[in-house]
């Protein structure tokens, strides 16, 4: 009787023990948040179209464009420091860079909530104490994000972006790219869909380019087997080549 006991009481610890490291169920930071720290595979479309290998936002999330407003295609110029300047190790931007198919990192603290993405060794530092967006700075590729909660939901809004193309479009279409202007503000929330699935939705909202801000579902899968390895180096060099070392342009 006393074996069985003991059997029961290592099996009730292991399955306590496996349920506390379970993303999502009973992971929550010293003050009750959702605690989001682990690493993830990135971001995957949950609609028709599987943004899995490539930045391209579905053609039916979308919203309309506004009539007289800033263009959202552009053509090719041919040269390719502005047709793909990432190949001269020019930064993907957000939110195109979040989507590239790499392994995401997150760092959670009670003030900060830190992205640091495989693709181009992309890193966002979010504040989450409650402050305002910077003024008088320069725009970036990556914009001013700050964070708050809101119940279960972290919600991060982005704002200061320089015009940079909105995804990667152009791989589908070679004719044209997407952009989006320097007005462009950006809403994500992060909430836990399931114990191992971050559901992320991101919100567009781009007054110069669209008639009002439309939104795309996302999920991101947690993955504890990849914390042995961790986030491996991207390496971009300056002097980098067009394909057969035919570039043009200046």
């Keep these: 009787m006393m074996k069985v006991q003991i059997v029961l009481l290592i099996a009730v610890v ?3 023990s496996l ?24 971001a995957k479309s949950t609609g028709d179209k599987c943004s899995c290998s490539a930045t ?6 979308i919203g309309p464009l506004k009539a007289g407003g800033e263009p959202f295609f552009e053509k090719p110029t041919g040269d390719p420091r502005h047709d793909e300047p990432r190949d001269f190790c020019m930064p993907a931007g957000f939110p195109s860079g979040m989507l590239a198919a790499y392994a995401v990192q997150i760092f959670q603290s009670k003030t900060y909530f830190v992205l640091v993405h495989e693709f181009q060794r992309m890193t966002r530092i979010v ?39 909105l995804d ?3 791989y589908d ?10 007005a462009l503000r950006t809403i994500e929330h992060f909430r836990w869909k399931d114990p191992n699935t971050i559901a992320y939705t991101l919100t567009i ?5 669209f008639a009002a801000p439309w939104s795309q579902e996302f999920s991101m899968k947690a993955r504890p087997d990849w914390e042995a390895n961790g986030i ?14 035919k570039c043009q342009g200046n």
């Excluded at 349920?19 to 990135?42: C, L, N, S, V």
């Excluded at 909202?205 to 380019?209: E, S, V």
Aim: negative net charge.
């Design 168 to 170: 990667d479009h152009f």
């Design 14 to 16: 292991l399955v306590g």
């Design 232 to 245: 491996m180096e991207y390496e971009c060099q300056e002097n980098n080549r067009c394909a057969g070392g």
């Design 205 to 209: 909202d781009d007054p110069k380019i």
């Design 19 to 42: 349920a506390a490291q379970t993303p999502g169920k009973t992971h929550k930071t010293a003050e009750g948040k959702p605690d989001f720290t682990g690493i993830y595979e990135w």
């Design 56 to 61: 391209i936002f579905d053609k039916k999330s």
């Design 173 to 182: 279409n070679p004719n044209e790219s997407r952009m989006h202007s320097d």
């Design 127 to 165: 504040p989450l104490d409650g402050r305002k967006h910077r003024e008088d700075i320069e725009p970036s590729f990556y914009g001013d994000p700050i964070g708050h909660f809101e119940g279960d939901n972290l919600v991060i809004e982005t704002t200061n972006f320089k015009r940079w193309t």
